[in-house]
């Protein structure tokens, strides 16, 4: 299998060489275009002087005088190039060799290319060998002599050693060549090395996912850099970190539903089979058969609060704040339900709602069963003969519920633990035996899909839950 920076490394490296061919071969071929236009210019331009010179000079001397053939000679020393003339039958009569010996002088130029250099206007231009008269390729440039009044008197060429202008750009290619390997190979290397680089992030939550996979959530991976990849890593930590916490929770809950489902299960199997067995007299066999009825309905209850709470993980925000109702008439339907289990414990309720509606946002089903909750906590908890408050307020955007009772004072630490699943206080679990600790949990869910939030306070027995909801805008 690839690796991924191995990927990265081949791509980047296919991708520097393309570069560097295509740029090689645009180079090559318009430099060495560039290059002999250039010469072929340089060429041109020394041979139009030579040929200026010749004409001025035949009006009052001979082409082939060795003074002349002293002044072609500076001129083509100058110009770095090989000159000679030719008479009209392609004699050379002069020629700018050193020495000014001109051992050129008496041979011949063919006839027809004479005839090709008047056929193209006196712009001829070659790399040719002249027959042989050259023992190399050369760039030639050649024009004919005219007199004053237009008579032909001779040619005049000037030719360059094309060796040495391929061995100049033999010699730039080669340079060319050193340099572009020498970047070709640095890139490679620090592709490589960038791209592992790059991979290793991803190669370490390769590795953390294959823990998370064989149920090991503690691993993380190091956030090594402020870009796209940085960004996955520190995501796939907060990833981790939710994975981690709901793993806990799973095995909280687990714990926790065995613990409460042993007990009375325990309790139900022994009875019975102290019925079934007779270790139970018929005469109080009623009895126990009330306690198993009571732990069967408290099975149903967990059961049922299960469901509850995993019905409200489901609800979604933007459809709960689609609805709304009046939050007072909901509080004191709800109020109403409790009433036998109020005057049993002979309590006291201070309603303060406000004289005119609050219409809030929010499932009233939902809401109905946070103010259930709540309110049977308090009376459920509430020492007899205390007042029970409930008020509803507004402030800003916001209504608040207060639901708030006289009882035994719960710790802070107790608070802090107060809504999580299946918790229950020391105090709750000798008072409140039908309580399976899910009721506040589903409340604080519930607010919470809501996108509200709910407080508690506990001090010298007065114990205080307050809850908020949106107020919907006219």
């Given at each position: ?355 005119s509606s609050i219409i809030v946002l929010g499932d009233a ?110």
């Amino acid at each position: 299998m690839h690796r991924y920076y191995v990927k990265n490394f081949i791509l980047a490296t296919g991708l520097v060489m393309i570069s560097f061919v295509v740029l090689g071969s645009l180079f090559m071929g318009i430099g060495r275009s560039i290059m002999i236009d250039e010469r072929r210019d340089d060429l041109h331009t020394s041979a139009e002087a030579l040929t200026r010179f010749a004409e001025s000079y035949a009006i009052q001397g001979e082409l082939s005088s060795l003074e002349f053939r002293i002044v072609m000679n500076t001129l083509s020393q100058v110009s770095g190039n090989h000159s000679f003339i030719c008479d009209t039958n392609g004699l050379i009569i002069a020629c700018s060799d050193a020495d000014l010996r001109c051992s050129d002088i008496g041979t011949f130029i063919d006839a027809a290319m004479l005839s090709e250099i008047l056929d193209s206007g006196g712009t001829y231009s070659r790399v040719t060998s002249l027959d042989g008269f050259y023992s190399t390729v050369h760039y030639v440039s050649a024009m004919p002599v005219f007199s004053p009044v237009g008579e032909v008197l001779g040619f005049v060429f000037t030719g360059s050693d094309a060796g040495n202008s391929a061995a100049g750009w033999r010699a730039l290619m080669n340079l060319f060549l050193l340099s572009a390997i020498s970047i070709m190979l640095l890139s490679m290397m620090l592709s490589f090395v960038g791209a592992r680089h790059q991979a290793r992030p991803i190669n370490e939550m390769a590795v953390a996912a294959n823990k998370f996979a064989h149920g090991d959530f503690s691993a993380r991976v190091a956030v090594y850099q402020d870009d796209e990849i940085g960004a996955l890593s520190a995501a796939f930590n907060d990833m981790a970190d939710s994975l981690e916490k709901s793993e806990i929770r799973r095995s909280e809950f687990i714990t926790n539903v065995a613990h409460e489902l042993k007990t009375p299960m325990t309790t139900i199997s022994g009875f019975a089979d102290g019925i079934l067995d007779g270790t139970i007299s018929p005469e109080i066999q009623s009895r126990y058969l009330e306690t198993i009825s009571s732990e069967t309905k408290r099975l149903n209850r967990l059961v049922r609060r299960m469901l509850d709470a995993s019905r409200v993980q489901d609800e979604d925000i933007a459809s709960l704040r689609k609805k709304s109702f009046d939050v007072g008439e909901l509080l004191l339907q709800t109020l109403l339900v409790f009433e036998k289990k109020i005057e049993s414990k002979n309590l006291s309720v201070n309603p303060q709602l406000p004289e005119s509606s609050i219409i809030v946002l929010g499932d009233a089903d939902s809401i109905n069963q946070v103010i259930y909750n709540l309110l049977e906590n308090a009376v459920k908890f509430a020492a007899e003969g205390t007042e029970l408050g409930v008020t509803l307020f507004k402030q800003g955007d916001k209504a608040y519920i207060s639901i708030r009772n006289h009882g035994d004072t719960i710790s802070e630490p107790e608070l802090r633990l107060i809504f999580d699943r299946f918790h229950k206080t020391d105090r709750s679990r000798s008072a409140d035996r039908d309580g399976v600790g899910l009721g506040l949990y589903i409340v604080k869910n519930i607010l919470n899909n809501h996108g509200e939030g709910i407080a508690v306070t506990s001090r010298e027995g007065l114990t205080e839950f307050v809850f908020s909801l949106t107020i919907k805008q006219k």
